[in-house]
């Protein structure tokens, strides 16, 4: 495949969202050729990729550019990679670099896709292809998960401070550790002096 060769591809940038997507295609020329919007549901994407086939001319090429293919576009990237399509990673600092560059600054899902999609024709020999793997989503989900967990963990140990020293004001001198065997034992026979 030729990848100097602009006019073999037609580019579409995807801004993705948690309910919707917006995506805009654009040809070798950076001509504006349609906006499509769909739901982020896997069971849209075929629908999505009909409407893409249908301004893909015979003989060229559709690239696509995602800026999150780890969050909300997880699972269109992973969609898009298994039917063979080309997915690139779009920054997010090129895309709103390039937003920013123009002498008026709309802030919008079209114009933000169509940022990505400039960037994409521009730079997609650069940028990386887009690989989501499981195993990195997974120790994500699980990491922010263990994140999660440890910060209702303080702030439940902290509200047992505090209620712990309304009613046990010297409590910290009976016990070094306020959530150990032998201090749990003794707030659940003595929970009030």
């Not at 040809?27 to 050729?33: A, E, H, I, S």
């Not at 576009?73 to 920054?91: D, H, M, P, T």
């Not at 024709?121 to 195993?135: C, M, N, V």
């Not at 994140?147 to 439940?156: E, F, M, P, R």
């Amino acid at each position: 495949m030729d990848f100097n060769d602009n006019s073999k591809h037609v580019f579409i940038g995807v801004d993705l969202h948690k309910e919707q997507h917006v995506a805009v295609l654009v040809d070798y020329t950076q001509k504006k050729v349609e906006v499509i919007s769909f739901e982020r549901r896997p069971s849209a994407y075929p629908e999505f990729i009909d409407k893409v086939g249908k301004f893909v001319p015979k003989g060229k090429t559709a690239i696509f550019g995602l800026e999150d293919t780890k969050g909300y576009g997880r699972s269109l990237a992973v969609f898009l990679v298994e039917k063979g399509y080309i997915v690139k990673e779009v920054n997010p600092a090129l895309s709103s670099a390039e937003r920013k560059s123009k002498a008026t600054v709309k802030k919008n899902d079209r114009w933000d896709a169509e940022c990505i999609t400039r960037v994409l024709h521009r730079d997609f020999e650069e940028l990386p292809d887009a690989k989501p793997l499981d195993i990195y989503w997974t120790f994500k989900q699980l990491t922010n998960r263990r994140n999660t967990l440890v910060k209702s963990q303080a702030i439940l140990k902290n509200q047992l401070h505090d209620k712990l020293s309304h009613h046990y004001p010297s409590y910290k001198k009976f016990f070094s550790e306020i959530d150990g065997k032998t201090a749990l034992a003794f707030w659940e026979k003595y929970p009030s002096p």
